[in-house]
Structures are given as structure tokens and as C-alpha cells.
């Protein structure tokens, strides 16, 4: 499963940051811009804004690394991230992939001055492609042009940090709102009484966005009708290598009767697993109690009960169970999704970029169906598939 619009969207507005700059007057702040770059003309009369960063996933590091290396406006971008900083253990966590395209999401690396270091981590996974049906026949295999190289998310988040100075970044903030300021813009409260004002506001943290409040005609997420639990094996080919045969080195698909099986190689020689399924509620992983399950009694329920896995491939049961019995806690999330065609007025001061690996704004959610694997129909004159 790809979640690389969550770059690749925005990074053709990222490469330039006047794209940044030019929404932005030219008087509002007392400091002189520190840097000339090739990408910003600033004349005397023009000053350096104060932004921030709504966000430190792929799209906010990245601007900001940009912003760092052509205007060194690093002094004025504070980065705001409800997470806490990342370990560097976390490399060593697997997690979901990017696939990054020339002319936005490469384009985006070299212009960030990051190639040599992606290079090191881009070999996780490779871009080979296997789609099967439920009976695990593959119906398409892929093995990769070498023109869309996969990174690990937690991989391109540390490389994109090691980018720009780290004081910049405010771990373990949480943004409570983002309203019109007194003498800057835009005020940005967070975490209990704390707030700070700015010149721009970017965010680029995700569809429940609190920039995306501010800005009128915005859109609010919708549940797509998929919701996924994820699963993760470590040492894949070690302890299963019948199953690190079948999925191959890269991305692997199995669809059939409105649910999928998606996985993707990894760190530690994983294979992250989301466990597709096409349901009403959002909520209906709690409300049926399957988020809830011990590992080893969802196994059970996922393997024996036909409105799930049970009719299956054994080869894909025994890839699910090994999923269960790796972990210790299952993830479950519903999938969200933004209008296909979406826009919004204008507002100075403030944008949006990404729209977060769950809620893509470009790809439709639809069910997922399949055709069985020896099918014939009856010849009618003129007509066939």
C-alpha cells in the first residue's frame, strides 16, 4: 500500500519556496533577510516572515529543509509535531513505504541535498509489484523499472531531519487552534494555555488538519468504506521463507471479495501487512470487538469465520497468522478520504500541503473484487472480453 501522495502531491509546490515567499508581503517582520538565494529575490524594502510548520511528516520536513537550504530561513520556521522526537531505534522499526517519482518526489530529495543519503535506505524494498487473487494466482507481476525507489517512512522522516538544525522542531506539541492573530497573521494555540503568532502558517498535518479550519471552503474527511489491521513479521525469509517467496522483494497484493491482503518488504526483513476490508462503519472494528483481541484469538477469528479470511489461499491463512503471532498489539484504523476535485478560497497567510497517508486526496476508495481464476461464458456472435 503506497501512502506517497502524502509527498508526492505537495512536492512539486515544495521544490521552489517562493512558493512560500511570494504569498507573503513585503514588510512584516523587523529581521533582514540573513541569505540571498537563486530562488528568492528579496529587495531591500522585503523582510523575513515568521512560518510554521503545522506537522513534521515528509511534507513539513521537507519544506522545511528547503526553506533551510536555499534561504536559510531557518531562524524564522518553527515546526510544530504532536509526536514525541523519534528515537534512533526507530529506524529500526518497520513501517509503511513512500514510492518517490522523478520530477516531484526525487526531485524533491536532490533539491533538499539528500540523494547519497536516500540511497542508503531506499533498499528495504524493492519496486517489484505481485497482484494475485484470493487463490494466491497472480494475475500481474511488476518487477520495477528502478524509476520509483520505496523508503520507509520513519527512513525519509531521519534523513530529512539530519537537514536542518533540530531546535526548530517542538516535539509533544499538540495545536488546539489556528485563528487570526493581534500583531502577526495567524495565532496558533497549543498544548494547554500556550500560543505563539505568525506571519504564514503551512499544514502539513494531515486531513484533521487545525490550519485546515482557518481556511474557508475546506473540505472534511469522509470514511472511504475500507478500513485495515496491520501486521507486521520480522524476518520474513529466516522464519517463513515459503511466504518470502510469495510476496516477493517489494510490494505485494491479494484481492478478492471485498478484501485484500497488501504487504510490503522492510526493515529487519519485514513484511508489513494491512489486512483490507470493505466495511460500513468506520467504528466497525470496535463496535465488532476485533480491535480489542488478543493477537492469537483474532488469528482465530480471522481464519475461521467466512465473512473474513477463512475461504482463502492456505499460503495467505499461514501469511495472516504469522502476522497475528508476531505481534502484540493489532493496529486498526478506518481509511478517510478527501473529494477526488477539491479547492478553496484564498486566504492570505496560510495553505495546506499533503493530506495524510489516510485520507488521499487523488485516490477514490472503491471495493475490491476479483474474477475467478478459470472462468468461461457463453459465446454470443460479435462480443467478447
Not at 517582520?29 to 516572515?49: C, D, E, G, I
Not at 505568525?198 to 479550519?213: C, H, I, M, N, P
Not at 493496529?331 to 497567510?349: C, D, F, I, M, N
Request: glycine share 6%; proline share 6%; aromatic share 6%.
Amino acid at each position: 500500500m503506497s501512502d506517497s501522495e502524502d509527498l508526492e502531491n505537495s512536492a512539486k509546490h515544495l521544490i521552489d519556496p517562493e512558493t512560500i515567499i511570494k504569498q507573503i508581503p513585503p514588510t512584516i517582520t523587523t529581521a533582514q533577510h540573513p541569505k540571498q538565494s537563486k530562488h528568492t529575490k528579496m529587495t531591500s524594502s522585503q523582510t523575513v516572515p515568521k512560518i510554521a510548520i503545522i506537522g513534521a511528516g515528509p511534507a513539513g520536513l521537507t519544506l522545511a529543509s528547503l526553506l533551510h537550504k536555499h534561504d536559510n530561513l531557518t531562524s524564522t520556521v518553527t515546526v510544530f509535531e504532536m509526536r514525541s522526537k523519534p528515537s534512533d531505534s526507530m529506524l529500526q522499526t518497520p513501517s509503511g513505504n513512500l514510492d518517490l517519482h522523478p520530477g516531484s518526489g526525487l526531485l524533491a530529495i536532490e533539491e533538499c541535498g539528500l540523494a547519497s543519503a536516500f540511497k542508503s535506505f531506499n533498499a528495504e524494498c524493492s519496486e517489484e509489484m505481485i497482484t494475485a487473487d484470493k487463490n494466491a494466482v497472480v494475475q500481474l507481476h511488476l518487477p520495477g523499472d528502478g524509476n520509483r525507489p520505496e523508503i520507509s517512512r520513519n527512513a525519509l522522516n531521519h534523513i530529512l531531519l539530519t537537514s536542518f538544525p533540530q531546535e526548530i522542531v517542538r516535539w509533544d506539541t499538540k495545536i488546539r487552534s489556528v485563528t487570526p492573530g493581534e500583531s502577526k497573521k495567524w495565532k496558533i494555540s497549543f498544548n494547554d494555555n500556550e500560543s505563539e503568532e505568525f506571519d504564514f502558517v503551512v499544514g502539513a498535518d494531515g486531513a484533521w488538519s487545525k490550519a485546515r479550519l482557518a481556511i474557508p471552503g475546506t473540505s472534511k474527511p469522509t470514511y472511504s468504506g475500507v478500513s485495515y489491521l496491520a501486521l507486521t513479521v520480522p524476518y520474513l525469509t529466516q522464519k517463513y521463507p515459503s511466504l518470502s517467496t510469495l510476496i516477493g522483494s517489494g510490494s505485494y497484493l491479494a484481492l478478492g471479495h471485498m478484501k485484500g491482503i497488501i504487504s510490503q518488504r522492510g526493515i529487519l526483513d519485514s513484511a508489513r501487512m494491512y489486512l483490507m476490508m470493505s466495511v460500513d462503519s468506520a467504528t466497525y472494528f470496535s463496535d465488532t470487538g476485533l480491535d480489542s483481541l488478543p493477537p492469537n484469538q483474532l488469528k482465530e477469528k480471522l481464519l475461521g469465520e467466512e465473512q473474513y479470511f477463512k475461504d482463502w489461499n492456505d499460503q495467505l491463512k499461514d501469511l495472516i497468522a504469522a502476522g497475528c503471532d508476531a505481534e502484540e498489539k493489532v493496529e486498526a484504523r478506518p481509511l478517510y478520504t478527501q473529494p477526488t476535485k477539491h479547492s478553496w478560497t484564498h486566504v492570505p497567510g496560510i495553505t495546506l500541503i499533503a493530506a495524510g497517508c489516510d485520507a488521499e486526496e487523488k485516490v477514490e476508495a472503491r471495493p475490491l473484487y476479483t474474477q475467478p481464476t478459470k472462468h468461461s461464458w457463453t459465446h454470443v456472435p460479435g462480443i467478447t472480453l
